[in-house]
């Protein structure tokens, strides 16, 4: 299922300051010179301008923050309002808490899984990110220089215009217009002042590999051959062993046109067949044939067991009898509210069914969530009798299936339909007993 596109848009600042977005980037699977590992951005909402850091660990985003605050608040003689982030570590510690409140700037945190809220930088480090991969695969410089790149980058990004301003973002920034002529100085200086290594040549000789070579067709054609194995049939009569191949042609043929011997016999399947859609169903077919012969029988309701008078008893009781404990607590999600439920059938104390998983609907209160719980026990129950009366082996279970719940309102509830059906404890042909446990 393909995610519809966020088309939200939020208020933009009106002037410089008045919005800063954040973001954190890493960690890189590349250590950039330096040892950085990760990046930090902060983007003006007004002028769309970038800062970036890069840093060696996610706890310095503090320290970045202070610097990057200090600079331009320092430049304009302006202050910032307000920096909006996600709810990340990194942002939600004590003392970014405390530095904000301190100068007076609002944070604005997007909800939890809500990544599109914060979508000015999450838009600008997929945008940053693309440009690195496309200058890194355009040189031959190592994977380390990436942290180059990236200031590189945003310089570039900085000085071109974009659809969010209406001039570029270092004019409304700054109130200079970019010029070609530095644009163009600060990428050249960029590239002189990285840190380059002569590159080391191996002195060994090179020489192709013995087991490739040559062949000449009698159409002149030349074939470059693996000896090792021929892949074609052309390869195959080309090769230096070409009688081989082809008298091992010779005698899977005549193998194929011979009259099979031991027909009667049944063959053990070693590996899968692939490529064989009827395969697995003919494999099927006479192991079904095969096993019936010792006396087994198919279970009608789950065709892969097959069942005989000889079975596995589970405690010490005479009588075989299955019993199903079921609860649920009370919206344990605090994400989505949703309840989880669990059930678990015990045949003589041993666990032969069970299911924990979170509901499918928000419940307002625990009476619906412990009735959901024991509505799903009761359908397993279903399955579970029809199941074990093919068996065969259990003969308590024409008697009513003993449901435990520890809540008298899910219980209450269920048994309130008296007058809708005959049997309220009826479910789909199987009898079902409500008890608390």
């Known amino acids: 299922m393909i995610k519809a596109p966020f088309s939200g848009k939020g208020e933009r600042a009106s002037d410089l300051l008045g919005l800063i977005h954040s973001d954190v980037c890493g960690l890189m699977n590349t250590q950039a010179r330096g040892g950085f590992q990760y990046f930090i951005t902060f983007t003006d909402d007004f ?44 942002y939600l510690s004590q003392d970014f808490d405390e530095l904000l409140k301190e100068c007076g700037i609002v944070s604005q945190l997007t909800p939890p ?31 380390s220089f990436w942290g180059h790149a990236l200031e590189t980058t945003v310089f570039t990004l900085n000085c071109v215009p974009s659809k969010s301003v209406q001039k570029t973002p270092l004019e409304m920034w700054t109130g200079k217009r970019p010029e070609v002529e530095q644009t163009s100085q600060v990428v050249e200086e960029n590239s002189t002042n990285l840190e380059t290594q002569p590159l080391r040549r191996s002195t060994r000789e090179c020489h192709e590999p013995e087991r490739y070579g040559f062949l000449v067709t009698t159409h002149g054609e030349i074939i470059l051959v693996d ?24 005698s899977e043929m005549d193998s194929m046109s011979e009259k099979p011997r031991n027909a009667t016999k049944v063959c053990k399947l070693q590996r899968s067949i692939y490529g064989l859609k009827q395969a697995s169903r003919s494999w099927n077919l006479h192991f079904n044939d095969a096993i019936k012969e010792f006396g087994f029988i198919r279970n009608e309701d789950e065709p ?84 074990v009366i093919e068996l065969g082996v259990v003969p308590s279970i024409s008697d009513a299936i003993e449901l435990y719940c520890d809540n008298n309102g899910a219980i209450a509830q269920k048994k309130r339909n008296q007058d809708l059906i005959k049997d309220p404890n009826t479910f789909l042909g199987t009898s079902i007993s409500y008890e608390r446990s």
Not at 49 to 78: C, D, P, T, W
Not at 336 to 351: I, K, P, T, W, Y
């Open 113 to 143: 899984g809500t990544r599109q809220w914060n979508g000015v930088s999450e838009r600008r480090n997929r945008t940053l990110l693309d440009m690195v991969r496309s200058m890194m695969s355009h040189s031959d410089l190592p994977t």
């Open 227 to 250: 000896q090792d194995e021929p892949k074609t049939y052309q390869e195959a009569v080309s090769s230096p062993n070409s009688e081989k191949w082809l008298e091992a042609m010779r």
């Open 47 to 90: 002028s769309r301008y970038v800062y970036i850091y890069l840093m060696r660990h996610k706890s310095e985003a503090l320290e970045r923050f202070k610097e990057f605050k200090n600079e331009v608040q320092n430049q304009h003689g302006k202050s910032i309002k307000a920096l909006q982030s996600d709810q990340v570590e990194e």
């Open 304 to 387: 892969c067991v097959y069942k005989k008078d000889v079975f596995l008893v589970y405690g010490g009781e005479e009588e075989l009898g299955i019993k199903c404990y079921t609860d649920a607590s009370f919206q344990t999600d605090k994400d989505d509210s949703r309840s989880q439920l669990g059930f678990v059938f015990c045949l003589n104390g041993g666990a032969v069914s069970w299911k924990s998983s979170k509901q499918d609907i928000v419940v307002d209160s625990t009476i619906e969530a412990k009735y959901i719980a024991t509505s799903e026990a009761a359908k397993e129950a279903v399955w579970i009798k029809k199941f």
